[in-house]
Every structure is written in structure tokens, then in C-alpha cells.
Nanobody, 113 residues
Framework: QVQLVESGGGLVQAGGSLRLSCAASGRTFSSYTMGWFRQAPGKEREFVARIGWYADSVKGRFSISRDNAKSTVYLQMNSLKPEDTAVYYC????????????WGQGTQVTVSS
């Protein structure tokens, strides 16, 4: 089992920045592929980023990184837009699996215009 806890969300003006953190506990963090997803009101959950891959909507603005020593994955979000408003979730999967099996509770990001 892997437990994931996100933090760092909040209210920011358009053009601003936020850094989300996702702290993991449980089994060996470094064994897992970590990803970020988001869900806006009335929309389906969508992929945002994993190491080396980004949704087209966030390319050049968001950056994902991880610190295995701290069992933490980060999402640096710059040049935020109102359409980035959503609940952001981190998730974990084993590299051999196509499905993310473990999810955090989510953190709200609100970008005002």
C-alpha cells in the first residue's frame, strides 16, 4: 500500500505560481511511477504530468519533479491561468501497470482572473 497526501494548493491570481507537493508513505517510493491529475468542476479527471510527459495544456508552464529521499513528488505550476482551476491529485502506479492504483485526497487550486 502507498498513502499519498497532497499539499500546496490555494488561491492565486492569473500569471502567478504555486508548487504542489505529494508526500508518500508505505512501500518503497522509488519503485513507483508518480503522476499528477486534475479535475475541474463538471469535467472528467485528466492527466497533467509525469516525469517526461505533460499534457499539452500545461507544457512549458508546469514542471514535475521527485525527491526519492523525501518520498515526495512536486508539481511546479507557473503562468497559471483561470482554466487551471481544479482539484489536483497525485497518483502512483507500478511501472509494469497501466493503471494508477493509489490516489491522494486532492488539493484545490483556484486561479482568479
Amino acid at each position: 500500500q502507498v498513502q499519498l497526501v497532497e499539499s500546496g494548493g490555494g488561491l492565486v491570481q492569473a500569471g502567478g505560481s504555486l508548487r504542489l507537493s505529494c508526500a508518500a508513505s508505505g512501500r518503497t517510493f522509488s519503485s513507483y511511477t508518480m503522476g499528477w491529475f486534475r479535475q475541474a468542476p463538471g469535467k472528467e479527471r485528466e492527466f497533467v504530468a509525469r516525469i517526461g510527459w505533460y499534457a499539452d495544456s500545461v507544457k512549458g508552464r508546469f514542471s514535475i519533479s521527485r525527491d526519492n529521499a523525501k518520498s515526495t513528488v512536486y508539481l511546479q505550476m507557473n503562468s497559471l491561468k483561470p482554466e487551471d482551476t481544479a482539484v489536483y491529485y497525485c497518483a502512483a502506479r507500478l511501472p509494469s501497470s497501466g493503471l494508477y492504483s493509489y490516489w491522494g485526497q486532492g488539493t484545490q487550486v483556484t486561479v482568479s482572473s
